[in-house]
T-cell receptor, first 113, second 115 residues
Framework: KNQVEQSPQSLIILEGKNCTLQ??????????LRWYKQDTGRGPVSLTI?????NTKSNGRYTATLDADTKQSSLHITASQLSDSASYIC????????????FGAGTRLFVKA | EAQVTQNPRYLITVTGKKLTVTCSQN?????MSWYRQDPGLGLRQIYY???????DKGDVPEGYKVSRKEKRNFPLILESPSPNQTSLYFC??????????????FGQGTRLTVV
């Protein structure tokens, strides 16, 4: 069964600290993996996208890694800011005749002053 | 400005009264999709379309219909809404050039309440 699991479910950190969010997936056949940031009540915004051959991708203070062998990805946030408070969603796509997109439940990040 | 536009943003309706939520994108994207998001659950795909006149079911298609007569528009139709369709709905679009058919742009969401 295609699944995407994220951990932790929620996280509280102090402003300026770093953090790492995890994503494990069992999606097959793998096409690509994307990390999104979603502010409460708003649409998700894409942070990074990685295909099978890529193992790291950065977008400012956000760095995503992908290990296609172990089917794991992480999103590292450096020098967190209050505006980083949001849900971070891992999304994996598979080519299955059509095109399947499986969303993780997200990690809720709270950055405190 | 590149964007996905959903309307309405908020809607309260009664059980059984047909409604349509519109979605339009101005990026000439091939791929469009609808999702619902419920508290404690991840986004779940309702329907998707890989191009004009090509649509397919996602994970939770029951009670919904879609159409893709034009590339830019992908309306979501609830023929007979029920209270269990109360949710936050998102439309999304993507180009095949951005690493496959995965969403690059989401709309701002439509909060639907069925009473």
């Amino acid at each position: 069964k295609n699944q995407v699991e994220q951990s932790p479910q929620s996280l509280i950190i102090l402003e300026g600290k770093n953090c790492t969010l995890q994503c494990n997936y069992t999606v097959s056949p793998f096409s690509n993996l994307r990390w999104y940031k979603q502010d409460t009540g708003r649409g998700p915004v894409s942070l990074t996208i990685m295909t099978f051959s890529e193992n790291t991708k950065s977008n400012g203070r956000y760095t995503a890694t992908l290990d296609a062998d172990t089917k794991q990805s992480s999103l590292h946030i450096t020098a967190s800011q209050l505006s980083d408070s949001a849900s971070y969603i891992c999304v994996v796509s598979a080519r299955t005749g059509g095109f399947k997109t499986i969303f993780g439940a997200g990690t809720r990040l709270f950055v405190k002053a | 400005e590149a964007q996905v536009t959903q309307n309405p943003r908020y809607l309260i309706t009664v059980t059984g009264k047909k409604l349509t939520v519109t979605c339009s994108q101005n990026m000439n994207h091939e791929y469009m999709s609808w999702y619902r998001q419920d508290p404690g659950l991840g986004l779940r795909q309702i329907y998707y379309s890989m191009n004009v006149e090509v649509t397919d079911k996602g994970d939770v298609p029951e009670g919904y219909k879609v159409s893709r007569k034009e590339k830019r528009n992908f309306p979501l139709i609830l023929e007979s809404p029920s209270p269990n369709q109360t949710s936050l709905y998102f439309c999304a679009s993507s180009s095949a050039e951005t690493g496959g058919y995965t969403e690059a742009f989401f709309g701002q969401g439509t909060r639907l309440t069925v009473v």
